[in-house]
Nanobody
């Protein structure tokens, strides 16, 4: 599944941002889509995941309530909204998707995701 992220950029602390991940064709070609991020010098970490065929969402324990994952199936797009941005949110944010037959939907298992976007840079400064 091809994934295309957008929406990153330079934001001031305290601002908000909404990242988009579009799966041309249909998000139903996956079972689960998620957002990960990788800050400079750090390992990639999970942020949030969502079942594309339902409404269940999952967030990494380390993520605060400032993050919200959502989807618009009509637009084949999954979003990540981030509020009250902090400098430590600076990272490359990646969208990822599982195969349609993969049942688990968790950002705690990066190897579950076999499709990845190119990433979109978010800089909070």
């Amino acid at each position: 599944v091809q994934l295309v992220e957008s929406g990153g950029g330079l934001v001031q602390p305290g601002g908000s941002l909404r990242l988009s991940c579009t799966a041309p064709g249909s998000i139903y070609r996956t079972n689960c889509m998620a957002w990960f991020r990788q800050a400079p010098g750090k390992e990639r970490e999970g942020v949030a995941a969502i079942y594309t065929r339902g409404t269940n969402t999952y967030y990494a324990d380390s993520m605060e309530d400032r993050f919200t994952i959502s989807q618009d199936s009509a637009k084949n797009t999954v979003y990540l909204s981030i509020n009250s941005l902090k400098a430590e949110d600076t990272a490359v944010y990646y969208c990822a998707a599982t195969s349609p037959w993969w049942s688990r939907c968790s950002v705690g298992h990066q190897r579950d995701f076999d499709s990845w976007g190119q990433g979109t840079q978010v800089t909070v400064s």
